[in-house]
C-alpha cells in the first residue's frame, strides 16, 4: 500500500536528475507533488509522467535564486493544498569556470544563489506550514563536496554545500521541538545532467558506474516514509568505484 497517501511534498529542481526521480518515487507513494524548477516544459513532462502512471503533481515553476518565489510557491501550497510534509530541497548547479583564478564575481553569486541561497529562501518559505502542522520532513541535496571539499566541484559550490550541511543541522537543532526532521543528503557523482558543465567531459562508461538518479530517488523515499520519530540526520552516498578515492589511488601509483 502507498505510504505517503494524503501527503504533499515539493520537490525543487524537478525537471531534471534527482528532483526528477524523486518526484516520480514519491508521487508512486501516494504523495501529491509540487514541482519547481526554471524550466517549465520539463517540469509539464515530469507532471505528465507522473499523472500518466495516476499519480498526482503540480508545476509550480520559478527561479529560486530570487526568494520572492520560495514565498509564492509555498503560499499557493498552503491555499491551494493546504498542508507541506516533505520538502525536497534539491535544485542547484554548477559553472564552468568554477576554480579559484578563473571564478568571476558573477559566478559566485549564481553558484552560492542557486547552492546556498536557494535552499535558505525554501526552508524559510516551508518552515510556518510545517510548524502550524506540527511535523515534516525536509531532505536537501548537498553533496560529497558538502563534506569533503575538491578541486573537481570547485571553491564556490564546495563552500554552498558545507553551508547545506550546517543549515540543516541546525533545522533539527531547533525544530525537533516542532516535529519536523531535518537530512542532509550527500551525493557523489551521480549520473545526471548536472555533469554537462564539467570542465572535462564525463564519458558514458564513467556515468554507468556512478549512482544513478532513482537511486537517490530511492534514499528520498525511503526517508520520506519513515515514522515520525525517526531522523535520519545525514546521509552519504557515493558510487562503489568512487573517483574521488581512485584519483587518489593513481597519484600513489
Ligand atoms: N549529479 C551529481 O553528481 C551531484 C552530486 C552531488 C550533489 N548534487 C546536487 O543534486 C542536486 C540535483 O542536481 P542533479 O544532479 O539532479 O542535476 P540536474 O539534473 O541539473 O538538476 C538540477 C535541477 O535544479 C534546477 N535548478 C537549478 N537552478 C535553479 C534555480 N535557480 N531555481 C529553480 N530551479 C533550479 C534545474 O532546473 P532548471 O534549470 O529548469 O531551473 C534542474 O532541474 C543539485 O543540488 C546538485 O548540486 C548532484
Known amino acids: 500500500m502507498a505510504q505517503l497517501t494524503g501527503k504533499v511534498a515539493w520537490v525543487t529542481g524537478a525537471g531534471s536528475g534527482i528532483g526528477e526521480a524523486s518526484a516520480l518515487a514519491l508521487a508512486s507513494e501516494g504523495a501529491a507533488v509540487v514541482l519547481t524548477g526554471r524550466r517549465t516544459e520539463a517540469l509539464e513532462t515530469v507532471r505528465a509522467k507522473i499523472e500518466s502512471k495516476g499519480g498526482s503533481a503540480h508545476v509550480q515553476a520559478g527561479d529560486l535564486m530570487q526568494s520572492a518565489t520560495a514565498q509564492r510557491i509555498a503560499a499557493w501550497i498552503q491555499q491551494t493544498l493546504g498542508r507541506l510534509d516533505i520538502l525536497v530541497n534539491n535544485a542547484g548547479l554548477n559553472i564552468g569556470q568554477r576554480a579559484w583564478g578563473e571564478l568571476t564575481f558573477e559566478g559566485a553569486d549564481h553558484v552560492l544563489g542557486a547552492n546556498l541561497n536557494n535552499p535558505f529562501y525554501c526552508v524559510i518559505a516551508a518552515l510556518p506550514l510545517m510548524r502550524a502542522q506540527r511535523g515534516g520532513v525536509m531532505i536537501h541535496t548537498a553533496s560529497w563536496a558538502g563534506r569533503y571539499s575538491s578541486a573537481l566541484t570547485g571553491p564556490a559550490y564546495n563552500a554552498a554545500k558545507h553551508g547545506v550541511?550546517?543549515?540543516?543541522?541546525?533545522?533539527?537543532?531547533?525544530?525537533?521541538?516542532?516535529?519536523?526532521?531535518?537530512?542532509?543528503?550527500?551525493?557523489?557523482?551521480?549520473?545526471?545532467?548536472?555533469?554537462?558543465?564539467?570542465?572535462?567531459?564525463?564519458?558514458?562508461?564513467?556515468?554507468?558506474?556512478?549512482?544513478?538518479?532513482?537511486?537517490?530517488?530511492?534514499?528520498?523515499?525511503?526517508?520520506?516514509?519513515?515514522?515520525?520519530?525517526?531522523?535520519?540526520?545525514?546521509?552519504?552516498?557515493?558510487?562503489?568505484?568512487?573517483?574521488?578515492y581512485t584519483a587518489q589511488l593513481q597519484q600513489r601509483l
Open 165 to 244: 550541511v550546517a543549515m540543516s543541522e541546525t533545522i533539527n537543532m531547533t525544530e525537533c521541538v516542532h516535529g519536523i526532521r531535518s537530512c542532509a543528503l550527500c551525493p557523489g557523482e551521480v549520473a545526471t545532467p548536472i555533469l554537462e558543465k564539467r570542465p572535462n567531459p564525463v564519458s558514458a562508461e564513467e556515468r554507468a558506474r556512478m549512482v544513478q538518479a532513482e537511486d537517490c530517488a530511492d534514499l528520498i523515499r525511503y526517508i520520506a516514509c519513515l515514522p515520525p520519530h525517526v531522523c535520519i540526520n545525514e546521509v552519504l552516498i557515493s558510487p562503489t568505484w568512487n573517483r574521488f
